[in-house]
């Protein structure tokens, strides 16, 4: 396990601030610079405490933290290279933010159901349920996407990627674009969380919470 007075320094210096945040579902570059330089000097050793069995989820611990800054190529160079599910859904995850959907979808289906889904699926219904304009919706398409999203019965992944794409490629609704915008963060935040979990065995986002 990493050195303790590690832990604090890079959780207050890039995930606190990268957990206040919403990234889009379309960034065209790295929401800060200064934080993925941070993200590169983490040293995968120290993330797995030299562990062989925990390297893949460190690994994929940086491919969420560049992600979560917006910076897809970073990202994207790590979690090619993570052969388990949590890099595949990572991989998906970054193709979806740069648009290439069909590709997001292979990927995401590679990962089939996640432990994190179970969570997510909870939260997202939560937080759609309590949109008052959700019904009110005038695009029959994204309103039969969004049914099915909240009616199936775990976690749709080519279903929200394919609300994703609609939103971005035609409809552009502010508001349509806050309710996905916020659950791609659950959906990133759940699975950075669990990354850590893997690799420390603790709770990012209550740490996250509490650095100063």
């Known amino acids: 396990m990493p050195p303790e007075e590690e832990k604090p320094s890079w959780i207050r210096l890039i995930a606190k601030p990268l957990l206040e945040r919403r990234p889009s579902l379309y960034p065209i570059e790295e929401w800060d610079s200064l934080i993925d330089v941070r993200i590169g000097k983490l040293q995968v050793s120290a993330l797995s405490g030299n562990d062989p069995d925990k390297e893949p989820y460190a690994l994929a611990l940086k491919a969420g933290l560049y992600l979560l800054n917006e910076s ?16 595949s859904y990572w991989h998906g995850l970054m193709h979806r933010m740069e648009g290439d959907y069909s590709n997001a979808k292979h990927w995401l289906q590679d990962v089939g159901n996640h432990p994190i889904h179970t969570v997510l699926m909870t939260e997202v219904r939560s937080y759609l349920e309590e949109q008052p304009t959700l019904n009110d919706l005038d695009h029959e398409a994204m309103k039969a996407k969004l049914d099915v999203l909240l009616t199936s019965p775990e976690w749709n992944s080519s279903v929200f990627t394919d609300v994703i794409e609609l939103q971005v490629t035609l409809l552009q609704n502010p508001e349509i ?12 935040k759940l699975l950075l969380a669990y990354c850590y979990r893997q690799c420390y065995g603790g709770e990012l986002l209550e740490l996250a919470e509490s650095a100063n």
């Open 72 to 87: 897809l190529d970073n990202s994207h160079e790590i979690s090619q290279d993570i052969t388990n599910d949590t890099g």
């Open 177 to 188: 674009d806050t309710w996905l915008t916020h659950i791609q963060y659950l959906e990133i």
